[in-house]
């Protein structure tokens, strides 16, 4: 009884509360079969069958448990590999699959995609370190979590982000203009600025084509919005 009570009260902490629960029942259910078998002068042979039972019973709890806990390792896993670490957004792994798990004609399916890059990361690199572009880095993510609440949000590298909006395009066009505001409005308490080039594609401007081209063509005009900030003379392209 002692062996079999030290066996169990190491067992029980490495589990659940309910887990000990159960254990406590069983540890009184083999301590039930050796009193039976006990006050019966052993004519009652109880003590090894209830033994058994319960250790039959713990090894099968046991499998259980490993298996949740071989569940929940890899769901943390998973969790860990479609999460960018820096911005809490989605990762570039996340968004490479769902380019490859939609690569079907988009159809009379209404979405909008968004490619969005920072403007100005390596001026801010350069100068102060790159522990400050870190900072502008998840200020934009912050910027572009506000604006598209409740849509998938990427970074799909350094300073690149994408996103994807179901529904219409007068809704994207509403969202492209709530990411400017919202630019403005994180920049007034910000110590390095934010100036996010955008570009967004609409589904139905090429329903034959896949959501990885749709991401191309927003690429594309993505590029030209950061064209026009260049063009500017306040901005020097070798610090973008």
Do not use: W
């Amino acid at each position: 009884m002692i062996y079999v009570a030290k066996a169990l009260t190491l067992y029980s902490q490495s589990i659940s509360l309910a887990s000990k629960f159960f254990i406590a029942y069983m540890f009184v259910f083999v301590a039930a079969g050796v009193l039976t078998q006990d006050l019966s002068d052993g004519y009652i042979r109880t003590a090894g069958l209830t033994i058994n039972i319960a250790f039959t019973i713990l090894i099968l709890d046991y499998q259980i448990i490993d298996l949740e806990t071989s569940d929940q390792t890899i769901d943390q896993k998973e969790r860990i590999i479609l999460t960018d670490p820096l911005t809490g957004l989605k990762s570039r792994y996340a968004y490479e699959a769902l380019l490859k798990n939609d690569a079907s004609p988009l159809r009379e399916r209404q979405l909008t995609a968004f490619s969005i890059d920072i403007n100005g990361l390596k001026h801010v690199n350069d100068t102060y370190g790159h522990a400050a572009g870190d900072i502008l880095i998840k200020s934009a993510a912050q910027i572009i979590q506000k604006t598209f609440v409740g849509n998938p949000c990427y970074r799909t590298g350094g300073d690149e982000f994408a996103v994807v909006v179901y529904g219409s395009e007068d809704r994207g066009q509403e969202l492209l203009e709530k990411l400017s505001k919202e630019e403005q409005h994180a920049n007034q308490n910000l110590q390095f600025k934010v100036n996010l080039a955008a570009g967004m594609a609409f589904s139905q401007e090429n329903p034959n084509g896949n959501m990885k081209e749709l991401m191309i063509i927003a690429d594309k005009r993505m590029y030209d919005d950061k064209r026009k900030y260049y063009m500017d003379p306040k901005h020097d392209r070798r610090r973008r």
